[in-house]
């Protein structure tokens, strides 16, 4: 399935969970700067304020994420998204089963020229 979105990564992130009834958001941080925070926005700490559910972000090494059944895992293909996604197949090695859907969320960039 593809759900294309014209809003901010965060607003999308946070809708898609809403709309198809997810446990918990399961997400890395970039890990940006603090100029590049103020100037950007942080997409990770949007959707802890935005999302109705859980939200479990992955700064630096996978950790255990609440024991839920549905997670939504967004990746934008930064290294910290990826740990996140780490969180699920250490929970699978466990022994622990979940529904997880990834999407996929990119910024749109702007074309000054």
């Given at each position: 399935m593809v759900?294309?979105?014209?809003?901010?990564?965060?607003?999308?992130?946070a809708?898609?969970?809403?709309?198809?009834?997810?446990?918990?958001?399961?997400m890395?941080?970039?890990?940006r700067?603090?100029?590049?925070?103020?100037?950007?926005?942080?997409?990770?700490t949007?959707?802890v304020?935005?999302?109705?559910i859980p939200?479990t972000?992955?700064?630096?090494?996978?950790?255990?994420?609440?024991?839920?059944e549905?997670w939504l895992?967004p990746c934008?293909g930064?290294?910290?998204?990826l740990?996140?996604?780490?969180?699920?197949?250490?929970?699978v090695?466990?022994?622990?089963?979940?529904?997880?859907?990834l999407?996929?969320?990119?910024?749109?960039v702007?074309?000054?020229?």
């Open positions: 759900h294309l979105a014209a809003s901010s990564p965060a607003e999308t992130i809708d898609y969970a809403h709309r198809h009834g997810f446990d918990e958001v399961v890395g941080s970039r890990g700067g603090r100029m590049e925070r103020i100037v950007f926005g942080s997409v990770a949007t959707v304020h935005e999302a109705e939200v972000v992955v700064k630096s090494r996978p950790v255990a994420a609440a024991a839920t549905a895992l934008d930064c290294v910290n998204a740990r996140a996604a780490q969180c699920f197949v250490d929970d090695r466990r022994g622990n089963q979940r529904v997880v859907h999407l996929n969320v990119q910024q749109q702007l074309d000054w020229t």
